[in-house]
């Protein structure tokens, strides 16, 4: 029982952080351009983005960061600039453009870098979902079983990140091109808040953690 409970709680805990129903605005915003067939690589290779990238830090995330030399406020900070910029695109409309018949191969590439960054990382595998699966490895206290079951729980979640991104879609058809573009430019905003809140929370994370160690006063 205690391993079921466990089971739950890091499911849910890392569906939340992950938050596949709040992206899927901005993938229907950043992916407005492509065709059904574009929609549907990006969107699974946006989630096995998201699964691989938790499952590595499932298994070496405090390796990563100790080798490195980076912390969580650091990567905030940079996957908060990241969003920024696309943010910036979505409310000018360089993001959700039509693609011309000229420009295929170009799509392609950039469909390709769609799904890694931002949709697979720092969309949906980002500081928060890296953060929680890390505090959930580090209350196993290296037990098998429970890491299993975590590594369980990140299946899960890239499963239903899939499926609620993929029949999502279908309630967008009926809003038009004018009601996307104008999802793009709203969820724009609001995706430049989170770029802006991303990066307050690195710095001031950064700024407790140096006053902390006496870096600061």
């Known amino acids: 029982m205690e391993e079921l409970a466990f089971l739950l709680a890091a499911t849910a805990s890392i569906f939340v952080t992950v938050d596949p129903i709040g992206t899927l605005p901005f993938f229907i915003a950043l992916t407005d351009g492509f065709d059904k067939e574009d929609k549907r690589v990006i969107l699974t290779r946006a989630s096995l983005t998201t699964g691989i990238t938790l499952s590595v830090f499932l298994v070496a ?3 990563l960061f100790a080798t490195f030399g980076f912390t969580l406020y650091a990567m905030e900070i940079s996957g908060g600039t990241l969003l920024f910029l696309i943010a910036y695109g979505m409310l000018t409309g360089e993001v959700g453009k039509k693609i011309p018949n000229a420009d295929r191969e170009d799509a392609i590439r ?54 609620i991104l ?52």
Do not use: K
């Open 110 to 163: 950039r469909r390709d870098e769609l799904a890694i960054a931002p949709l697979g990382i720092p969309l949906l595998a980002g500081p928060g979902a890296i953060a929680t699966v890390m505090v959930y490895v580090g209350n196993t206290n290296g037990d098998v079983v429970d890491l299993i079951g975590l590594f369980v729980a990140i299946v899960v979640v890239t499963l239903s990140t899939w499926a």
């Open 61 to 63: 995330g405090n390796f």
């Open 166 to 217: 993929f029949y999502g879609q279908r309630i967008f058809r009926y809003l038009g091109r004018v009601g996307v573009t104008a999802i793009i430019r709203v969820m724009g905003l609001l995706l430049g808040a989170v770029a802006v809140q991303f990066i307050l929370n690195g710095i001031v994370g950064a700024a407790h953690a140096a006053v902390a160690s006496g870096l600061l006063p």
